[in-house]
Structure formats: structure tokens, C-alpha cells
């Protein structure tokens, strides 16, 4: 586990190292064992590494420089089944110099090219300088677990880790107006700030004297909606535990301690449950409370679950004046604003198991984008894919969704109806996501929503997606992915997963989000993923096992933090109202701050549920007043 800064010169330069000693100050926090630098004597590249030890404590410093001096190499992250990769290189004859599991990336690219990297399993960001093409080869792993983040900058491509070495390493700290506009950077490769983009995930870019070259190498994939699974339901259950098992074991494997987020829900129990069962070990669990807030608190069922397994339950408790005094830090960790508070307690979670001695947890992320585990799923079963579903328990869910209140705010514009001409349903995800932050748009300033007038978001974001997508899947699987190229790596893996794990130079594992996990859970008839009102039905069947009866027939609750605006008198909520009613609004030039506090005005006035979603906007506004500052945005 690292952070690192790559720079490749179009023409050959002198490489200021003062410029790298600051981008790594920047990310010191995702490697505090140790930092080097690495410059060609040519002039052509330039690299910088600060690293956490893993796996080959007392080896594995990067960059690794190939004994016959052609070949440089940076890794973030791990590869897991690297023992077995690298027996097999040794019989070809290849000599290692570390005990690192990052060095057989090096010797795949040595003798199979950039494709043999297609071998590696785990969450992985790669830069590769191959000195004798003059090229650098940029790859982030399938599900984009891990991010890398890359820019043109006086005559260089510069590639980082986080975008806060860019800006340390001179890249201008500018927003990017129009992904704002269009929500490019949740739905896009786009981030808030000007002309930085991420590397999708599932890809590799090629970066040589005549610019860039993107190349995908992995998607999600799902079969044609008239293909017949062969295999019995017992066997698919028991075929998708084996993997996951598998899963676990192979992130199990550490030169530390390996400890486990336990939020108190399926996923997390059974991630505990398997690795308890693999190791024969009591382990460490760490658990979030928010604290007096019981319909917002797990540690009930976390508690359930560690005694079933034996585990050491440690638990934070956290409440608003928490959240308020650490929100700004959580930001710059993040990169990109937050529409709740969830972000800023899994930021004081991951400090908290830092302090406890511990470098890696096992976590539950990406169930809910893989097996189906959002209502918005389950609509879209309900509405357009409910074949070889329980007819009476389809017609009780169907009338509890038209007897669902309106949890929006009013104003918003439908930008999504063209997506049932198109498909010939409807993409629950997309309506939520543009009921939610459609009413955004009618807080921008005059001018601003005028330049932005004539996009299309969501067209553009659909535009973007594989053909193989939009032909032949069920609607269900459409949904799921949409979800995994937009949400998963953008947000959910961004300020919920790495950025706040990393600012506690801390690792999170995600077993749930193996490529092989994803690639049975694709195959999975939709019946399997979302059975009736049961979502994740095969996985919560896979783990029946491993998970105590208490957390398998509990109501899913999602991690989310309770709304600043339920309590008015809390500290989160009088920081958020401080922000906007201050002169930092002023200078965002996204909105027109009398709109602004006209909605901060009203919320008394609201339901409950659009309270709520006024909240998530108004979060978002001061998140984005407070990165202004923080990074000096202009």
C-alpha cells in the first residue's frame, strides 16, 4: 500500500526534486514507513513513492528499478495470489530482488507485455516506465478500488495517487465548471478540478512522445436476457460461497495483522464469519456508533455478531460536534464534496483502528453494487423484470411503491424520460439521481445554468457505456451497470472507501469486489439477486453459514450518517449554516447564494424526507465553499 507521483516529459527535462519532496509531503499520510524518488538519467520520467508495509516489510521499497536498468515500476496496493504467480515466473527463470508481491507486475510486463498484466488479482494501481520504448504504461485495477489520477502539465503527463500531489507538484488548482455541471465527476472520469481525470477502471493508459492511449481490458459483464442458467439453485449458492471464501482467504494473507470493519449488516458479519473460520482466530472487529441516534445506530447486531464469532469488538462513538470539527479534514482526504456526513465518520472509523495498532481490515464494500442490495433494484425487478418472481409478492410490492410519499423536493426536471424510448424501460438509479439533484440546478446562479443550459448529463453519461450494455440485458443488470460505472469508483470507492482508509494509513480490503466475485454474481439469474422483497438473495444464502440468524433477518440499514438538519441545534448543523450564510458562498461560482439560503430558510417547512434531501444539497454547497478554501480553488 503506497501513494506515489509519476511524471513522463514529452521532451527530456531536468526534474526538480523539491517539486516531488512537496507532492509527497502532500500524500504522506497513505505511506508513512518510508518515501524515495527515483529520476532517468535521460530526463524522460520521474517518480516519487511513499509507502505503508505490507507484505515484504523489510524489502519492499519502491521504486523497483529492473537489475537490467530498462524497466521502472510503482504499485499501489496489493496482488493477491502473487505466490503462486511468482513460483511460476521463477520456473521460467526470472530472478526476484524483493519479497514484495509488487514485483511480479515487472516481470509479467517483462515477458508478456502490458497484457500479461490481465494475470493480476486484487485492488492495484500500476505505473510502469519502460525506458527502451520511451513509453509509461498507467493501469488501475477492474473495479477501480484504488484510484490513480493524471493531467498535462507544462509539457509532461503528470500521474498520482491523489489529486493533492498534482496540486502540490504545481498542477493549477482550478475548478472544473462544466463536470460540475454535469455531474461528471460521479458520473464520469471527470473530477472537480480542471483538466484532472481519473483513469477508469478496468483500463490502461499508454503514454509515449505522441500523447495518450486508453485501452480497456476488463468490464462487467452479464448474460443475454434469453440465456437459461443450467446449474440448480443449490449449486449456484454453493459455487458463489466457495468464491467468496476463496476471496477471503487470498486477503487474509499480510505481513500484519488483519483486522475487520463490522457494521452490524449481512455483509460485513459474513466477511468476520469466513475469515474467523479461515484463520481459527479471534479477531478484531472495529465498529462505528453514532452515538443517541438509534435510527442511524448498528452496534446492536455488530455486537451479535462478534459474539458469534468470538471477535474483540471495538467501537467509536461519534456524534455532530465530531462530524463538524473534522468535516474540513474529511474534505481534503476526499477530494470531492459529500451530500452526508457518512464520509466524515468513516474518516474518524479509520483514524480510530490506525490508533489501534492495526494496518489492514477486511471490509463489506460493494455487495450492495454487485448482488443487488439498493431499493432502486428492486424497482426496477418490480417494474420491468419480474419474470420467475412470486406474482402475489410482486402485486404487494408494486402497491407499496405507488404508495410511497415523495421524498424529493419539488422543481426538479425529469432529464431522464427518454431512457424508457430508449430501453424500453425505465433505470430506477437514473430517476433517483436526477429527482435528488435536479433541484440542485435550480439553485445555480443566473449566468452558470445559462452556459450549462444546452448539456444533457445523463444522455452524456449513457452515451459513454459499453453497446454491449444496451443490447440484450435485463433491465436489473442494466441498473447494476450504470451503478458500477458511475458510483461504485466515484463515490462509494472514493470518499467511503480509499481516501478515507488511506487517511488513516490504513488499508480496507474489499473481498465482495474480487473480479471473480463479480464475474459469478453476473452470471446469477436476476431472481437470485432480488427475490421479492429479499434483496441479495443468493449472497445472503451463500453466507447463510457464517452469519447469525439476528443479522439475516434484520431490515437492511444503510450506512448513513443522520441529517445535519435533524437536529438544528447541533454543531454539524450550525457549521453548515455558518458556511452558507458567510462570505465563502460568494466566491463559489456555482450558485446564486440568495437561492442558497432561501432553501436554508425553508427547510423547517419541509417534510421530514425533503428535509432530508434539501440536506444532502446543502451539505454538497458547504463542502464545496470549504474545498474553495482548502485547496485555493479559483
Not at 503506497?2 to 514529452?10: D, L, S
Not at 421524498?407 to 424520460?417: A, E, I, M, Q
Amino acid at each position: 500500500m503506497c501513494g506515489y507521483i509519476g511524471v513522463f516529459a514529452k521532451q527530456p527535462r531536468a526534474f526538480n526534486p523539491n517539486m516531488f519532496d512537496a507532492a509527497l509531503r502532500a500524500i504522506h499520510h497513505r505511506g508513512p514507513d518510508s518515501s524515495s524518488q527515483w529520476f532517468d538519467p535521460k530526463g524522460q520520467a520521474a517518480f516519487g513513492y511513499v509507502r505503508l508495509g505490507l507484505v515484504g516489510l523489510g524489502n519492499g521499497t519502491q521504486p523497483i528499478v529492473a537489475d537490467e536498468g530498462d524497466l521502472v515500476m510503482m504499485v499501489n496496493g496489493e496482488f493477491y495470489d502473487y505466490q503462486r504467480i511468482r513460483t511460476e515466473l521463477e520456473g521460467y527463470g526470472c530472478r526476484f530482488k524483493t519479497s514484495s508481491d509488487s514485483e511480479i507486475a515487472m516481470h509479467l510486463y517483462r515477458r508478456h507485455g502490458v497484457r500479461g498484466l490481465k494475470q493480476l488479482r486484487g485492488e492495484f494501481t500500476i505505473l510502469i516506465f519502460d525506458r527502451l520504448r520511451k513509453k509509461l504504461f498507467a493501469v488501475r485495477d477492474r473495479v477501480g478500488v484504488k484510484p490513480l489520477y493524471y493531467t498535462e502539465h507544462e509539457g509532461a503527463w503528470y500521474f498520482a495517487s491523489e489529486i493533492k500531489a498534482l496540486l502540490a507538484a504545481g498542477v493549477p488548482a482550478q475548478w472544473d465548471h462544466e463536470a460540475y455541471a454535469n455531474r461528471g465527476f460521479i458520473l464520469r472520469d471527470r473530477t472537480v478540478f480542471n483538466n484532472i481525470r481519473s483513469v477508469k477502471p478496468g483500463c490502461w493508459i499508454i503514454a509515449d512522445e505522441s500523447g495518450l492511449q486508453t485501452e480497456q481490458y476488463w468490464d462487467w459483464d452479464f448474460p443475454d436476457g434469453e440465456a437459461t442458467e443450467q446449474r440448480s439453485e443449490a449449486e449456484m449458492i454453493e459455487s458463489l460461497r466457495n468464491t467468496i471464501e476463496e476471496s477471503v482467504r487470498l486477503r487474509l494473507h499480510a505481513d500484519v495483522p488483519v483486522g475487520v470493519c463490522l457494521s452490524g449488516g449481512l455483509d460485513s458479519s459474513a466477511m468476520l464469519g469466513i475469515a474467523t473460520e479461515l484463520t481459527g482466530q479471534s479477531l478484531q472487529a472495529f465498529h462505528l456508533s453514532f452515538e443517541g441516534e438509534q435510527a442511524y445506530d448498528e452496534r446492536q447486531y455488530a455486537e451479535v455478531a462478534a459474539r458469534h464469532n468470538r471477535a474483540h469488538l471495538n467501537v467509536l462513538s461519534v456524534n455532530s460536534s465530531d462530524m463538524a470539527d473534522n468535516f474540513e479534514n474529511a474534505l481534503w482526504h476526499a477530494e470531492m464534496p459529500f451530500a452526508n456526513a457518512h464520509s466524515v465518520a468513516k474518516y474518524l472509523l479509520c483514524k480510530y483502528v490506525q490508533n489501534q495498532g492495526m494496518r489492514a481490515v477486511l471490509t463489506g464494500e460493494g455487495a450492495d453494487e454487485v448482488f443487488g442490495g439498493y431499493p432502486h433494484y428492486r424497482r426496477d425487478m418490480v417494474l420491468y423484470n419480474h419474470e420467475n418472481q412470486d406474482p402475489s409478492a410482486i402485486a404487494e410490492l408494486s402497491r407499496r411503491l405507488h404508495a410511497s410519499e415523495d421524498r424529493y423536493l419539488p422543481g426538479g426536471k425529469n432529464d431522464v424520460k427518454w431512457v424508457q424510448d430508449e430501453l424500453g424501460h425505465g433505470v430506477s438509479w437514473l430517476q433517483t439521481q436526477s429527482a435528488l439533484f435536479g433541484p440542485l440546478a435550480q439553485l445555480y446562479s443566473d449566468d452558470f445554468r445559462e452556459r450549462f443550459s444546452h448539456t444533457d448529463a445523463y444522455r452524456e453519461f449513457y452515451d459513454r457505456l459499453s453497446p454491449r450494455a444496451l443490447n440484450g440485458w435485463e433491465p436489473v443488470n442494466r441498473s447494476l451497470y450504470m451503478v458500477a460505472k458511475s458510483s461504485l469508483p466515484n463515490v462509494v470507492l472514493t470518499s467511503l472507501g480509499d481516501r478515507m482508509e488511506m487517511a488513516g494509513s490504513l488499508e480496507g480490503r474489499p473481498p465482495l469486489l474480487d473480479h471473480q466475485v463479480i464475474e459469478a454474481a453476473c452470471r446469477l439469474p436476476v431472481n437470485m439477486k432480488v427475490r421479492g422483497a429479499t434483496e441479495k438473495y443468493a449472497l445472503r444464502e451463500a453466507m447463510r453459514p457464517y452469519v447469525p440468524q439476528a443479522v439475516l433477518d434484520r431490515k437492511k440499514q444503510y450506512f448513513r450518517a443522520p441529517p445535519a438538519s435533524e437536529s438544528p441545534q447541533s454543531k454539524l448543523y450550525e457549521m453548515i449554516n455558518d458556511v452558507l450564510s458567510g462570505p465563502a458562498l460568494n466566491n463559489v461560482p456555482f450558485f446564486d447564494p440568495r437561492k442558497v439560503r432561501a432553501l436554508l430558510a425553508t427547510l423547517p417547512s419541509l417534510s421530514t424526507a425533503q428535509r432530508a434531501s434539501a440536506d444532502n444539497l446543502l451539505m454538497e454547497i458547504a463542502g464545496l465553499c470549504l474545498m474553495q478554501k482548502r485547496f485555493a480553488l479559483n
